[in-house]
């Protein structure tokens, strides 16, 4: 490590910069101290340019922090330390750091306040994060250029520390054999000893603003204990409980709205090679499929009966001797040629002899003469007028012709549709299919336990219903399902499982810990630990409203940045299965190229009065029949609709779109039913 050269990542925050890219000087002049005055120790490996967005910044930084195959060694940052209201920088940032280096900051403000007093209004910031140095710059060249020589020379030593170097090693020789290295001289600590002298009541009374600043603003702006903005956040669970947000950070989002953002933001379904088997149903095709052969491949027959040769006027009167038999047997030898006046006996199926043009049904006929030992026929009587060619025949390729387009892109193979069968017939092997994503399901909470543990229950402790209702709810559907288990209410916890379950699902589903409670780290732990993005963390509806959906980036195994899926559904268990099927399956279906996504939506009449919620539409859990007398769609209510109320699941097939309201919505009032099973008959 002492020897190699340190790898060095840029991020540039500027939002103008993110849109043109060619206004950023700071950039440069980082890269050309890095290069003149970095006596050949760095590497500048990669520059990125983001908005002023905290998500975005940190995301950007835990790719390098957390998952950079390349072990970024140093981060710098440049723009986003003031205090105008975009500069989220050092908030972003501080969120992030394992350590804090509070001498990198002393450091860079006490060469800045020796050229100009505002350098009181930057706000720096400076730690660790996994093996990686994070160090923010100011956005204007001339600060960022002279921060980072403030603190360059030291910053090999903090990179090597970092990533793991023996300290005993490291520091053998003492101190001034590490000023030697790192080329500080005596008199260059000398100067910034008396610098710091002269300018230390300054910049203490600045480094007490800017820590009290940088840590109560930092998670203060992340945590929102004001109004939301436009950038929201999660809690930072290490602030405890009595600085927790009273409030959610997250927009409320109507329903429809949710599912724009999940259609937007739900990776694009895979490709793969299916064989044409028993496992294929279920998948959608991602390619149109062409037959390879025409069906069918010779002139058979439809019916059982005899082949002739029809005159030209289409009478077929008399006794015809039976020349030939065609059985449908592959294999046979080749039939002779018939001639008018001669008649085959064909079985349905079976190819036409050469030169026949029709086929009497053997109904429409009366043997006459047999063999002697009476097995076999000699000859038949015909009595048909008005026979015409063609007649019970199916000809080369009249059901399909070679290179038809059988089954289009798109379309679903089912089990009880005939896809399968349309496909063998055309002698198809292969086809191209979207891949069904693997479903993982996660339950959360200290107070959860197997829901088949032996024993009595102690105090507070609750029996996993969720997971097995996920479970089957998903398997219901068609997807491979992986349990994932229980997660404790631990941030490293958490942490870990959901980095494990990544590695071995498409999308995470987990249940509980994404209401306001202390406890619940669900949010802050997907966008805190893991660098991914909340989309929505609040739904208006009932039941449901802490529904949240993420997406984390993360390495395939080719190593390229792909997205993974996350859904946080609420740990209630009506709350769980209601937001599965109205969010999480519509995902699933995007990602295995089924459309339209989602639960069949259809009109049904309400058959009783159902009372409404008063400021939000709710998804009713109830029962969907046909009426015996009307035949119409009728819906009844499974009971109490409390999200804790396992009970109201029971027999439920469907979940009535309701909207909110203060009277109660009357019997005979037609409303759409999202169908989760089969419509039952004759209620």
Same mark, same amino acid.
């Given at each position: 490590?002492?020897?190699?050269?340190?790898? !060095?990542?840029?991020?540039?925050?500027?939002?103008?910069?993110?849109?043109?890219?060619?206004?950023?000087?700071?950039?440069?002049?980082?890269?050309?101290?890095?290069?003149?005055?970095?006596?050949?120790?760095?590497?500048?490996?990669?520059?990125?340019?983001?908005?002023?967005?905290? !998500?975005?910044?940190?995301?950007?930084?835990?790719?390098?922090?957390?998952?950079?195959?390349?072990?970024?060694?140093?981060?710098?940052?440049?723009?986003?330390?003031?205090?105008?209201?975009?500069?989220?920088?050092?908030?972003?940032?501080?969120?992030?750091?394992?350590?804090?280096?509070?001498?990198?900051?002393?450091?860079?403000?006490?060469?800045?306040?020796?050229?100009?007093?505002?350098?009181?209004?930057?706000?720096?910031?400076?730690?660790?994060?996994?093996?990686?140095?994070?160090?923010?710059?100011?956005?204007?060249?001339?600060?960022?250029?002279?921060?980072?020589?403030?603190?360059?020379?030291?910053?090999?030593?903090?990179?090597?520390?970092?990533?793991?170097?023996?300290?005993?090693?490291?520091?053998?020789?003492?101190?001034?054999?590490?000023?030697?290295?790192?080329?500080?001289?005596?008199?260059?600590?000398?100067?910034?000893?008396?610098?710091?002298?002269?300018?230390?009541?300054?910049?203490?009374?600045?480094? =007490?603003?800017?820590?009290?600043?940088?840590?109560?603003?930092?998670? =203060?702006?992340?945590?929102?204990?004001?109004?939301?903005?436009?950038?929201?956040?999660?809690?930072?669970?290490?602030?405890?409980?009595?600085?927790?947000?009273?409030?959610?950070?997250?927009?409320?989002?109507?329903?429809?709205?949710?599912?724009?953002?999940?259609? %937007?933001?739900?990776?694009?379904?895979?490709?793969?090679?299916?064989?044409?088997?028993?496992?294929?149903?279920?998948?959608?095709?991602?390619?149109?499929?062409?037959?390879?052969?025409?069906?069918?491949?010779?002139?058979?027959?439809?019916?059982?009966?005899?082949?002739?040769?029809?005159?030209?006027? =289409?009478?077929?009167?008399?006794?015809?001797?039976?020349?030939?038999?065609?059985?449908?047997?592959?294999?046979?030898? %080749?039939?002779?040629?018939?001639?008018?006046?001669?008649?085959?006996?064909?079985?349905?199926?079976?190819?036409?002899?050469?030169?026949?043009?029709?086929?009497?049904?053997?109904?429409?006929?009366?043997?006459?003469?047999?063999?002697?030992?009476?097995?076999?026929?000699?000859?038949?009587?015909?009595?048909?007028?008005?026979?015409?060619?063609?007649?019970?025949?199916? %000809?080369?390729?009249?059901?399909?012709?070679?290179?038809?387009?059988?089954?289009?892109?798109?379309?679903?193979?089912?089990?009880?549709?005939?896809?399968?069968?349309?496909?063998?017939?055309?002698?198809?092997?292969?086809?191209?299919?979207?891949?069904?994503?693997?479903?993982?399901?996660?339950?959360?909470?200290?107070?959860?336990?197997?829901?088949?543990?032996?024993?009595?229950?102690?105090?507070? %402790?609750?029996?996993?219903?969720?997971?097995?209702?996920?479970?089957?709810?998903?398997?219901?559907?068609?997807?491979?399902?992986?349990?994932?288990?229980?997660?404790?209410?631990?941030?490293?916890?958490?942490?870990?499982?959901?980095?494990?379950?990544?590695?071995?699902?498409?999308?995470?589903?987990?249940?509980?810990?994404?209401?306001?409670?202390?406890?619940?780290?669900?949010?802050?732990?997907?966008e805190r630990s893991l660098g991914g993005t909340i989309h929505f963390g609040r739904v208006?509806?009932?039941?449901g409203k802490p529904t949240t959906f993420a997406t984390v980036p993360v390495k395939n195994?080719a190593g390229e940045r792909i997205s993974k899926v996350i859904f946080s559904l609420p740990?209630?268990?009506?709350?769980?299965? !209601?937001?599965?099927?109205?969010?999480?399956?519509?995902?699933?279906?995007?990602?295995?190229?089924?459309?339209?996504?989602?639960?069949?939506?259809?009109?049904?009449?309400?058959?009783?009065?159902?009372?409404?919620?008063?400021?939000?539409?709710?998804?009713?859990?109830?029962?969907?029949?046909?009426?015996?007398?009307?035949?119409?769609?009728?819906?009844?209510?499974?009971?109490?609709?409390?999200?804790?109320?396992?009970?109201?699941?029971?027999?439920?097939?469907?979940?009535?779109?309701?909207?909110?309201?203060?009277?109660?919505?009357?019997?005979?009032?037609?409303?759409?039913?999202?169908?989760?099973? =089969?419509?039952?008959?004759?209620?």
């Amino acid at each position: 490590m002492a020897e190699g050269r340190l790898k !060095v990542a840029l991020l540039i925050v500027s939002t103008t910069a993110a849109k043109d890219p060619s206004t950023d000087s700071a950039g440069l002049a980082l890269s050309n101290v890095l290069e003149e005055q970095g006596g050949g120790k760095w590497d500048l490996v990669e520059t990125k340019i983001v908005s002023d967005v905290v !998500v975005q910044i940190q995301r950007q930084i835990m790719l390098w922090a957390d998952v950079a195959a390349e072990g970024i060694n140093l981060i710098v940052t440049t723009g986003g330390t003031g205090f105008a209201t975009a500069d989220n920088t050092p908030e972003a940032v501080s969120a992030l750091l394992h350590k804090q280096a509070p001498g990198l900051v002393h450091g860079m403000l006490s060469a800045s306040l020796q050229v100009t007093p505002f350098a009181m209004m930057s706000r720096p910031v400076a730690g660790v994060r996994n093996k990686t140095v994070i160090v923010t710059l100011p956005g204007s060249p001339k600060g960022a250029k002279e921060n980072l020589e403030a603190i360059l020379k030291m910053l090999p030593h903090a990179c090597q520390q970092a990533a793991g170097m023996d300290s005993r090693t490291l520091h053998a020789g003492g101190v001034k054999k590490l000023e030697e290295d790192a080329g500080i001289s005596a008199d260059a600590k000398h100067t910034h000893s008396d610098s710091h002298h002269d300018h230390g009541h300054s910049h203490h009374h600045n480094h =007490g603003q800017n820590h009290g600043h940088g840590h109560g603003h930092g998670h =203060g702006n992340l945590v929102r204990h004001t109004a939301p903005g436009a950038n929201p956040m999660s809690n930072d669970p290490s602030l405890g409980p009595s600085r927790r947000s009273r409030e959610s950070p997250f927009p409320m989002l109507t329903v429809d709205d949710a599912l724009r953002k999940i259609r %937007e933001n739900t990776p694009a379904p895979e490709i793969i090679t299916s064989k044409v088997d028993t496992s294929l149903a279920g998948r959608v095709l991602a390619k149109d499929v062409s037959a390879r052969e025409h069906v069918p491949g010779f002139r058979a027959s439809i019916v059982d009966g005899y082949a002739v040769v029809v005159p030209k006027d =289409g009478r077929m009167n008399g006794v015809f001797p039976v020349v030939s038999i065609s059985h449908a047997a592959p294999g046979e030898s %080749e039939v002779k040629e018939l001639k008018e006046g001669e008649i085959a006996r064909i079985t349905t199926g079976a190819p036409l002899p050469p030169g026949a043009t029709s086929v009497i049904m053997v109904e429409d006929t009366v043997l006459k003469t047999t063999t002697d030992d009476g097995k076999e026929e000699i000859e038949v009587e015909i009595a048909v007028d008005g026979v015409q060619q063609g007649e019970n025949i199916r %000809e080369i390729g009249s059901d399909i012709k070679a290179g038809d387009v059988v089954i289009s892109k798109g379309e679903l193979v089912s089990a009880v549709g005939g896809e399968i069968g349309l496909l063998a017939a055309v002698g198809v092997a292969e086809v191209k299919t979207y891949r069904k994503p693997v479903v993982g399901v996660l339950s959360t909470g200290d107070e959860i336990v197997n829901h088949d543990r032996t024993g009595d229950l102690r105090l507070g %402790e609750v029996r996993d219903t969720n997971r097995i209702t996920l479970m089957c709810a998903a398997k219901e559907q068609g997807f491979e399902v992986v349990d994932l288990g229980i997660a404790a209410d631990k941030p490293g916890t958490l942490e870990q499982t959901l980095r494990d379950a990544l590695r071995r699902v498409d999308i995470v589903i987990t249940s509980g810990g994404v209401s306001m409670g202390e406890l619940d780290l669900l949010k802050p732990t997907i966008e805190r630990s893991l660098g991914g993005t909340i989309h929505f963390g609040r739904v208006s509806m009932k039941p449901g409203k802490p529904t949240t959906f993420a997406t984390v980036p993360v390495k395939n195994n080719a190593g390229e940045r792909i997205s993974k899926v996350i859904f946080s559904l609420p740990g209630n268990p009506a709350s769980a299965l !209601v937001t599965f099927h109205l969010f999480v399956l519509p995902s699933l279906h995007q990602m295995s190229g089924i459309s339209p996504a989602g639960l069949t939506q259809v009109p049904v009449v309400l058959a009783h009065d159902f009372p409404l919620d008063k400021s939000r539409p709710e998804y009713h859990r109830a029962v969907v029949g046909v009426d015996s007398s009307s035949g119409r769609l009728m819906a009844t209510s499974t009971g109490g609709q409390r999200s804790s109320k396992v009970g109201s699941l029971r027999g439920a097939n469907c979940l009535l779109c309701l909207p909110s309201g203060k009277e109660p919505m009357k019997k005979g009032t037609q409303v759409d039913a999202l169908l989760m099973g =089969g419509i039952r008959s004759g209620i």
